[in-house]
């Protein structure tokens, strides 16, 4: 069973990436949804996640915070960050973070689906 981490603080957004996950994926999958990245990061370790999807711009602590407080070490999940921001500046400072695998825009798509699970 595959484990996948959603933190975005908009249950919509999140409602539809589970869902478009769940449809996509032959696995079984099962999913911890967090809208507050602090609480994630609280809970993270005694996850064995596979995947964990990021938003950026969340209130309290931000997905730039996370990604700094985040040791890679205690948790191997493949880090995935989902984000409706398209600002150059964001997707380049995304890429000088060795644990995140790519930088992918709102709403995730089938194309996206199929490349990280395959």
Do not use: H
Not at 6 to 28: A, G, M, Q, W, Y
Not at 92 to 112: C, E, F, G, Q, T
């Amino acid at each position: 069973m595959l484990t996948i981490v959603l933190i975005d603080d908009d249950p919509i957004s999140t409602f539809v990436t589970e869902k478009l996950i769940s449809r996509n994926v032959k696995e079984p999958c099962q999913f911890y949804k967090y809208q507050s990245a602090r609480v994630a990061l609280e809970e993270i370790y005694s996850i064995k996640a596979n995947y964990l999807f990021l938003d950026l711009n969340m209130p309290e602590m931000t997905g730039w915070d996370f990604l700094d407080l985040f040791n890679s070490d205690k948790n191997e999940a493949q880090i995935y960050i989902l984000s409706s921001s398209v600002d150059e500046r964001d997707i380049n400072k995304a890429s000088r973070y060795s644990i995140v695998k790519d930088y992918l825009s709102k709403p995730l798509i089938k194309k996206y689906i199929k490349s990280i699970f395959n």
